[in-house]
């Protein structure tokens, strides 16, 4: 369920990715959540970016959110964390 639902409206519209970009957060938010916290950290190790870009997210929603999201995160701008 969406925790906000006001938030709906702007997020599907804003530039920061297309709405096959969006769908995919949706997605991923879901596979993560199915996941233990054990096949987490035992899956094959990669970058952020690499798990982006291998999960499918247009250069254009990595370049737009995630790496300003991330960067704050992280405190580094390549997401090789």
């Given at each position: 369920a969406f925790r906000k639902f006001t938030f709906l409206f702007p997020t599907i519209f804003s530039n920061a990715?297309?709405?096959?970009?969006?769908?995919k957060v949706l997605?991923?938010?879901?596979?993560?959540?199915?996941?233990?916290?054990?096949?987490?950290?035992?899956?094959?190790?990669?970058?952020?970016?690499?798990?982006?870009?291998?999960?499918g997210f247009s250069d254009k929603m990595i370049?737009?959110?995630?790496?300003?999201f991330f960067t704050g995160i992280f405190l580094e701008t390549e997401l090789n964390t």
């Open positions: 990715g297309s709405l096959g970009d969006k769908l997605k991923l938010n879901k596979q993560l959540k199915k996941k233990s916290l054990d096949d987490i950290f035992t899956d094959q190790e990669k970058t952020t970016l690499q798990y982006l870009q291998d999960f370049t737009r959110f995630f790496k300003p």
